[in-house]
Nanobody, 115 residues
Framework: QMRLVESGGGLVQAGGSLRLSCASS????????MGWYRQPPGKQREFVGR???????DYGDVVMGRFTISKDNRRNTMYLQMNNLTLEDTAVYSC?????????WGQGTQVTVSV
């Protein structure tokens, strides 16, 4: 069964950067899209952004030009480069992959931004 595993989360100071990875146990070449979401403490899940099979990207309003999504088909991995992090970016970040009707989700990785 295909699995997604996020990594790269941790504690970072405000204004800093982190790069998250989402590794797939299967080839991502045929995925319709892969995406990043986040859930801040006590809040609903938010859309961060996604990348299509062809490499097109779109982002949620929360990103405000600070985040970049990319993928490496050879490594079966999607990335989320996050720059100029703020306290409001503190959340559990999860990735998903859309193959058919129901997306597959990873377990999430915690990102904590401190002053």
């Amino acid at each position: 069964q295909m699995r997604l595993v996020e990594s790269g989360g941790g504690l970072v100071q405000a204004g800093g950067s982190l790069r998250l990875s989402c590794a797939s146990s299967s080839s991502i070449f045929s995925f319709k899209s892969m995406g990043w979401y986040r859930q801040p403490p006590g809040k609903q899940r938010e859309f961060v952004g996604r990348i299509t099979a062809g490499g097109a990207t779109d982002y949620g309003d929360v990103v405000m030009g600070r985040f970049t999504i990319s993928k490496d088909n050879r490594r079966n991995t999607m990335y989320l480069q996050m720059n100029n992090l703020t306290l409001e970016d503190t959340a559990v970040y999860s990735c998903n992959a859309v193959l058919g009707i129901t997306p597959i989700w990873g377990q999430g990785t915690q990102v904590t931004v401190s002053v």
